[in-house]
Antibody, heavy 119, light 106 residues
Framework: EVQLVQSGAEVKKPGESLRISCKGS????????ISWVRQMPGKGLEWMGR????????NYSPSFQGHVTISADKSISTAYLQWSSLKASDTAMYYC????????????WGQGTLVTVSS | SYELTQPPSVSVSPGQTASITCSGD??????ACWYQQKPGQSPVLVIY???KRPSGIPERFSGSNSGNTATLTISGTQAMDEADYYC?????????FGTGTKVTVL
């Protein structure tokens, strides 16, 4: 079974750094891209960016470029989303999902990681 | 940036048909897909490549895409179909999601 398992919920203070993870299993991790999607409380889905784990090539939505960093370690089949300085507005649920180019859909999705940033 | 617009809400009686639209400039020239998201759960793909159903998705879910509008249709709607639905496409290396539609089964 193709599956993505994300790291657990985080509670952080503004200004702190954070890295959350997304571990793939049941498939060759370098065969498909990983996308990250944000969902703020009570709001819709926003695509943040994606990584090709085979060569770590990334591209970001203009809305998130420079605010987050997406990376991957193919030796442990894990992708990451990280912040160097969190803001209260980063409070959201973050999902990773598999993207099989040249198709456009994301499937499956991880279970989500809730990030809460509060002083 | 490319925008996809959906109605905020759709109400449907059990057993009836619900139609959810997704509008974007020349959307019919691109592939569209649809996700279902129930409260507290991750999104689940219900339609891909405009009209295809993934394994395990009931036949009552169908899709179409032409002109500027993609449509998700739920025939014989059941109470379990009450959820938020999002369309999605791919445009110029970015991935827009629709604004989302809450389907209520009355």
């Amino acid at each position: 079974e193709v599956q993505l398992v994300q790291s657990g919920a985080e509670v952080k203070k503004p200004g702190e750094s954070l890295r959350i993870s997304c571990k793939g299993s049941g498939y060759s991790f370098t065969s498909y891209w990983i996308s990250w999607v944000r969902q703020m409380p009570g709001k819709g889905l926003e695509w943040m960016g994606r990584i090709d784990p085979s060569d770590s090539y990334t591209n970001y939505s203009p809305s998130f470029q420079g605010h987050v960093t997406i990376s991957a370690d193919k030796s442990i089949s894990t992708a990451y989303l990280q912040w160097s300085s969190l803001k209260a507005s980063d409070t959201a649920m973050y999902y990773c999902a598999i993207w099989r180019p040249p198709t456009v859909e994301f499937d499956p999705w991880g279970q989500g990681t809730l990030v809460t940033v509060s002083s | 940036s490319y925008e996809l617009t959906q109605p905020p809400s759709v109400s449907v009686s059990p057993g009836q048909t619900a139609s959810i639209t997704c509008s974007g400039d020349k959307l019919g020239d691109k592939y569209a897909c649809w996700y279902q998201q129930k409260p507290g759960q991750s999104p689940v793909l219900v339609i891909y490549q405009d009209s295809k159903r993934p394994s395990g998705i009931p036949e009552r879910f169908s899709g179409s895409n032409s002109g500027n509008t993609a449509t998700l249709t739920i025939s014989g709607t059941q109470a379990m179909d009450e959820a938020d639905y999002y369309c999605q496409a791919w445009d110029s290396s970015t991935v827009p999601f629709g604004t989302g539609t809450k389907v209520t089964v009355l």
